[in-house]
């Protein structure tokens, strides 16, 4: 059985760019946020599920249509929304979660590397833990990553604060990590991290599959 590595972190913790150098060496990467964003194609049956449970709660909120007009989904006010409501979190996990995680699994299911990395956000919030061999988590101090994520999505600081407090805290995170990367200088910082890592993993993958046929 391949070797999974469950990768986590806190929004704009910089997991994109981990994953990125793992893809840069080979490795299969399936990402549940490209997954979802594949799943939420205009026309697609899941997204009509999303417009029709949340657009009339994003028209009240913000007087803004969920709906863009090339029919696909503003997924910032859709952000928004779910960001200030755990409730309205909650359905949309419900709707999102069990779609991407099958497809997930028939993209590992084809994947040939020697191990896997998916990216997957609320990893811990999920409980997922026991799906994966090891955690992965991608670390970065609150202040830098709220910093970053103000900078990268142009929100206030205080939307981005909320934003950040949705999430579990981050001892809860490294509390679950089996091996941790931290993304708190310069992004070539990453690299010697990740190729560590990637000898790693290889070893270990290499420990757990099977003997080929001779």
């Given at each position: 059985m391949t070797l999974r590595i469950g990768l986590t972190g806190g929004i704009a913790s910089g997991k994109s760019t981990v994953a990125a150098h793992f893809a840069a060496l080979g490795i299969a990467v399936i990402d549940a946020d490209?997954?979802?964003?594949?799943?939420?194609?205009?026309?697609?049956?899941?997204?009509?599920?999303?417009?029709?449970?949340?657009?009339?709660?994003?028209?009240?909120?913000?007087?803004?249509?969920?709906?863009r007009p090339d029919g696909s989904l503003d997924r910032r006010l859709l952000r928004g929304?779910?960001?200030?409501?755990?409730?309205?979190?909650?359905?949309?996990?419900?709707?999102?979660?069990?779609?991407?995680q099958a497809r997930m699994e028939a993209l590992a299911a084809a994947?040939?590397?020697p191990y896997q990395v998916h990216v997957v956000p609320l990893l811990v919030e999920g409980h997922s833990e026991s799906r994966y061999d090891r955690v992965l988590v991608v670390d970065c101090p609150p202040a830098l990553q709220l910093e970053r994520l103000v900078k990268r999505d142009g929100t206030d600081a205080q939307q981005a604060q909320a934003m950040l407090d949705a999430q579990v805290s981050r001892a809860r995170r490294l509390a679950s990590a089996d091996d941790v990367i931290l993304n708190d200088a310069d992004p070539e910082a990453l690299v010697p991290q990740v190729s560590a890592l990637d000898r790693k993993y290889r070893t270990l993958a290499?420990?757990?599959s099977p003997p080929l046929p001779r």
């Open positions: 490209e997954v979802g964003r594949e799943l939420l194609q205009p026309g697609s049956a899941l997204l009509e599920q999303i417009f029709e449970r949340f657009a009339p709660g994003i028209l009240q909120l913000y007087g803004l249509p969920l709906r929304l779910v960001f200030e409501e755990p409730a309205e979190r909650a359905a949309l996990e419900a709707l999102l979660h069990p779609a991407i994947a040939t590397s290499n420990a757990v």
